[in-house]
């Protein structure tokens, strides 16, 4: 829970060479911007591309967690499950102190995954993923940037406005579908709106934090309450 910038990229192009030239320009993006730190272009495929092949200490799993999407199974409602991508080309950023990493990239996912049935008889069965086209669906968490120790309201304001400056490239670059910002600044773009807005956030969480407390009757850490 907390403030989070959603977004999804994609491009229509059937050519690898393309893809991978989208995302490194984008990534080029990010070294005119003030990040923390922008990490290499990574490509990978097939197995490479399942994150629970790595150790969970392993610099790219976030990365590649982000990299799976979910999709529906038409026979059963309220059922869903990840893909993993066939072809990943992505890199990741981290804007600042408390701020999680803001992944970008292109995937291409298989046409259809093989799924368990429940229906007697039945073991197993292909469902269609309609996923067809290069596709990034990611999120980035920039609320706890605002935390004193980080750098307060100003370090929040750094940091959510790095990803929406690389959401706005993605978009010159043709290759934006859609953003959610939870700040609502990608629509409005007025940041002291911006700085109200995570003020509030805060004083919710922890107003819940300390809910939490309550019931329990105990003392526990939470970077909130700070």
Known sequence: MGLTIHYTLRSNTRSHKKACELVTRLRGRAFDLPFEQVDDLIELSGAECDYQQYDPKHPNRWLLIQAGQYVDDPERKGSSYNVTPAHIIAFSTWPGQGCEEANFGLCRYPTSIEVDDSIPHRTKRRIRTGLGAWTWCSFCKTQYA????????????????????MLDHAKTLGILKSVSDEGGFWEKRDVPALAREVGEWNAVIAQQAGQLKDILGCEFQAAITQ
């Open 146 to 165: 605002s935390n004193p120790q980080c750098g307060g309201v100003n370090n929040f304001l750094r940091c959510h406005l790095l990803v929406i400056r």
